[in-house]
Each structure stands twice: as structure tokens, then as C-alpha cells.
């Protein structure tokens, strides 16, 4: 199936740097996610994106959905130790179950 | 709780034995998904329910993978005839509705000796 390629794999940032990460795909989404796993738990909803353009933020986190419907990325500022996890994005094709990406695992060094 | 639940979250088994692993969803939610996580990789999706029907199968790794769910409720994933390779975490999500915003459950995690 269609599958999602994100990047970075892993970043390491000082706290209070700014984040970024990204997913694209070979083919239209209509929908994209982005959740985050600490360890030892099931993923958590952070922000939902359902159109094409549509930027949303949550606090300190901002997400767009690529005007192309093959790209979102994911913006963490001001980093804090609690921001440490594994980021993954998700996407919905069309009619079709969802696909995640591998994931970000980011730490933050206090 | 109002999330959703999962059992065991652990399961340790023996190479050959079958494995039965359980999801309650968030009440009132129709679909169910199960996912795969192995180490250090993302999600790989297995199937999901809309109801107590499982209208795609296709991303069950063999046939030894089955899963059910009655009363449009709790579902089961089944593994019978456990390999190492089946060794992950198996996270479970729901949604109100097929395509509407899933939420996850803690996963069980499986150790195949």
C-alpha cells in the first residue's frame, strides 16, 4: 500500500529550539495526522488536518497539510524535556485505511 | 476509563503456542483498527472493523492472523502458531466512525521465546 516517508529518523535539539519534521507520499492524501508515543504507551492525537493548505496549530505545535495533498509538516517550538517521544504522521488515501510514517524519535537535552 | 483498553500488556509465549490479544473500544465508537509496531518502526496496519464486519483483511501478515469482534464491541486478535517474527507491540485504535479520527489503546506487547 501506499506508505508515508518521514524525516528526520531521530533529532537531538537543545531545549528551546525549535523542531521541525516532515512526511510526503508518492500519492494524494485526503487526510493527514500527527500523533506522538511515549514509551510503553499507544500513540496521542496531537493535530488533525483535512484540507489541502489548511494550517492548524495546537500550543506550541503547528501543522500544515501540503497544498499538494502529498506532503505535511509538523512545527514544535520552544522545546521542552516533555516534548521528548517518537513523532509519527498519518495519512488517509483515498477511501482507503490509514498509513503511518516510521516515525521521529526526538530528544530533548535540558 | 473512557480510552480505549487493551489485554494482556504483556504476553510472553512460547514459539508454536497461539495467542489471543483483546481490544475494548472507546464506547460508542463503530470502528476498530488493530496495528503492528515493531521495534523501533511505525505502525503497520492489520485490519480494521466497521461494525462486526471486516471488510479488508488484506493487511493480516498470514494466515495464522485472525481477528473477530461481536456485538460491535470488544474485538480479538488471534495468532496461532507463534513465530519470533510475530514479536511487536499489537496496538489496538477505534473511531466513531470508518475514516473519523482514531484513538489508541496502551498495545499489548508480545515477546515470542
Known amino acids: 500500500g501506499q506508505q508515508l516517508n518521514q524525516s528526520p529518523q531521530s533529532m537531538f535539539i537543545q531545549e528551546g529550539e525549535d523542531v521541525s519534521m516532515n512526511c510526503t507520499s508518492s500519492?494524494?492524501?485526503?487526510?493527514w495526522l500527527w500523533y506522538k508515543q511515549d514509551p510503553g504507551e499507544g500513540p496521542v492525537l496531537l493535530i488533525a488536518l483535512y484540507k489541502a493548505g489548511e494550517l492548524t496549530s495546537n500550543g506550541r505545535l503547528t501543522a500544515q497539510f501540503g497544498i499538494t495533498r502529498k506532503d505535511s509538516f509538523l512545527n514544535i517550538s520552544a522545546s521542552i524535556p516533555s516534548d521528548v517521544g517518537i513523532y509519527f504522521c498519518?495519512?488517509?488515501?483515498?477511501?482507503?485505511?490509514?498509513?503511518f510514517g516510521a516515525g521521529t524519535r526526538l530528544t530533548v537535552k535540558p | 476509563g473512557a480510552g480505549v483498553s487493551q489485554s494482556p500488556s504483556n504476553k510472553v509465549t512460547e514459539k508454536g503456542k497461539d495467542v489471543e490479544l483483546r481490544c475494548d473500544p472507546i464506547?460508542?465508537?463503530?470502528?476498530l483498527y488493530w496495528y503492528r509496531q515493531s521495534l523501533g518502526q511505525g505502525l503497520e496496519f492489520l485490519i480494521y472493523f466497521q461494525g462486526n464486519s471486516a471488510p479488508d483483511k488484506s493487511g493480516l501478515p498470514s494466515d495464522r492472523f485472525s481477528a473477530e469482534r461481536t456485538g460491535g464491541s470488544v474485538s480479538t486478535l488471534t495468532i496461532q502458531r507463534t513465530q519470533q517474527e510475530d514479536s511487536a507491540v499489537y496496538l489496538c485504535a477505534s473511531s466513531f466512525s470508518w475514516q473519523e479520527t482514531q484513538y489508541f489503546g496502551p498495545g499489548t506487547r508480545l515477546l515470542v521465546l
Open positions: 464506547s460508542g465508537h463503530t470502528a
Open positions: 500519492s494524494i492524501f485526503n487526510t
Open positions: 498519518a495519512g488517509q488515501p483515498n477511501n482507503n485505511d490509514m498509513r
